[in-house]
């Protein structure tokens, strides 16, 4: 079975431009979460969605939305990006009854 | 509120020594522990978890994590180094129940193997 993917691989935006960046999880796994890794930091958390409804938020503020398709693939939208928000984006996905998050390659975002 | 403390931001061992990478957790409920590895320029790939069951965990790579509710910790040990250990190690928390999946990482112990 596929792994968890992620487009693009890499991604080059300029401050104040608007990113969409997009998740398809391993089959069957109808949860999805977003997280920013930062450069020397552990991932933070962004959003959890499940059956294509919300389930939490992290700290990040209101640039940063998502949402879940009914095929339970993702789109991680950030709007008018900063400097800051360069950093590893990584999807993870869980199914059915399992504790266990899987993890994809990431989109890695350099704003300049 | 859960977090999550590694000690230790870099660590070296040579090869064939013992590697401990230290987790200690805050949590108010009993939680899930979680290690994963992150090689370069890649996601997190998981080692082990820790949900309840078995307080000594085995996971791949030859690596194990002992579940210490008195002491609030969850090290990684692996016996014997291997070179291709090299990597960047983060411990995770998140509580147990359904719905709230929330993983909350630790800052990540860079672990380097001396030939």
């Known amino acids: 079975d596929a792994g968890v993917t992620q487009s693009p691989t890499h991604l080059i935006k300029t401050r104040g431009q608007q990113v969409t960046l997009r998740c398809s999880p391993i089959?069957?796994?109808?949860?999805v979460s977003w997280y920013q890794q930062v450069l020397g930091q552990g991932p933070q958390f962004i959003f959890q969605?499940?059956?294509?409804?919300?389930?939490g938020r992290g700290n990040f503020p209101d640039r940063f939305s998502a949402r879940q398709f009914p095929n339970y693939s993702s789109e991680l939208n950030v709007n008018a990006l900063l400097l800051g928000d360069s950093a590893l984006y990584l999807c993870a996905t869980q199914g059915g009854l399992t504790e266990t998050q899987y993890f994809g390659p990431g989109t890695r975002l350099l704003v300049l | 509120a859960q977090s999550v403390t590694q000690l230790g931001s870099h660590v070296s061992v040579s090869e064939g020594a013992l590697v401990l990478l230290r987790c200690n957790y805050s949590?108010?409920?009993?939680?899930?522990l979680f290690w994963y590895v992150q090689y370069p320029n890649q996601g997190l790939q998981l080692l082990l978890k820790?949900?309840?069951?078995?307080?000594l965990v085995k996971g791949i790579n030859g690596f194990e994590a002992e579940f210490k509710k008195s002491e609030t910790s969850f090290h990684l040990t692996k016996p014997s180094a291997h070179m291709s250990d090299a990597a960047e190690y983060f411990c995770?928390?998140?509580?147990?129940?359904?719905?709230?999946?929330?993983?909350?990482f630790g800052t990540g112990t860079r672990l380097t193997i001396i030939p």
């Open positions: 995770a928390v998140r509580p147990p129940n359904f719905g709230n999946e929330k993983l909350t």
């Open positions: 820790y949900t309840s069951a078995a307080t």
């Open positions: 089959s069957g796994h109808k949860s």
């Open positions: 969605y499940y059956e294509k409804e919300e389930r």
């Open positions: 949590s108010s409920v009993p939680p899930y």
